[in-house]
């Protein structure tokens, strides 16, 4: 399977590779702990724009949603280092009315890394929590098991 | 209570005063969801410091020792903008054989925008778990309820 | 002379203090050469707030107007390193009619670590180069040698 | 020309495409200006990494070998957004005993954002400037005009 730049999904689960650049290490000559968040949110981005679910297109709806991050539980489980190249694995394990959850994992090779939970919530313009519209609900849909 | 560079002690918590640039915010026109990591960061790496535990210091021991994140749990109650002056305010809630656990609030003004209860591991040079040395457990103890 | 979060003039010489924590830290064990650009940003941004040109201020005109960077010249002389506590120095060189030209030098202690010309243009909503407004004009003169 | 996780030659020209996410981007609603660095920093260890000069073979030599960079002059062109996907196009200008000289430019489609000269000097592990070692040397020279 190949995999561009915005990563490619396996069955319900999507994969994105990241190089580890000197920017993203530390003093420890490890990856510098908050820089996983970023990883997450790149493959959370790319999962999203590979189901066809644009942030743009969102903003401007007659009702503009965005999404937000509510809750994270992180496990740091082994350090990546420089020049690794690592694998973001993303998939969808609920959708309520107002937010949606997703596993995602970081792997090098076959060692898993960092394990993280993330509820997402979907607002609108002044913040308030809002229903999923129903095209972006049937996308979603399609990625539960 | 005037407050350094490196925050001040009121009781058992420790604040750190931080402002927010151009470089903490993103596209959404708020702070980057990552960087509330970098704020507990620099708040437990000024804790420690006021309470005279110094990374340097560890890495010197003829058994070295090092402090690293193995677990996070993480709350985004309400988002921070450009200009903003946050509150970083941390506190031990728990010192065990080879772990400790703060628990870290960030305020702007009375506000609670995020929460952070973060496991903290002591490791060796190997990066095996190993019991903190007993001058450093005698500094933390004082900051037991 | 006393310095608060947002840094102190001495003459028409503006000082801010920077911590460097793991997060500007890299591989290398210094500090990652980009993070002097942040540095410098956080400089300028406290050196207008305290020659009270306010960004949200400028953007509410009735013509608003942005500060972008348009040119850089930077010297990387010696590394900083973790702990190090930075003083990031701001003056004016020269104002033109669209754009200004800020000279900023980090030491550590006496040490000159980085030297930046920065050269900022003032810009329209539609990204225009357009002139500065009197009133920011006026304060940026008392600051000329 | 297919282009993998590091980028690809055309002629002498290295070209590297950088996606751009929220983390990039500030208030502004536009890439961050420093960000700049950190797409020029993985275009040149890109570049470096398909030349074969590896950072870690060459800090293992007998007398170990460093890159840092000494000065750079940088000209913002053009903002990038969020979504963009830019390429870093990278190529040796001069190489001299003790540094190398590259240009840097970076392109979204057919548009010139920023360009930056880059003077990188080698180092050993005292940081004195050291001359290139003769392997290290002919590897560039492939590269030169």
Known sequence: MTEGL???FNGKIHSLSVRIYYEDTDFSGRVYHANYLKYCERG???YLRLLDIQHEQLASLDVPLFFVVRHMELEFLAPAKIDDILQIKTHLV???GVRFILAQNVYCGS???FKAVVTCAIINGQGKPTRIDADTRAKFQT???
């Open 44 to 46: 959370r981005t790319d």
């Open 6 to 8: 915005s990563g490619s």
């Open 111 to 113: 060692d898993l890394l």
């Open 143 to 145: 990625q539960l098991a």
């Open 94 to 96: 609920a959708l309520k």
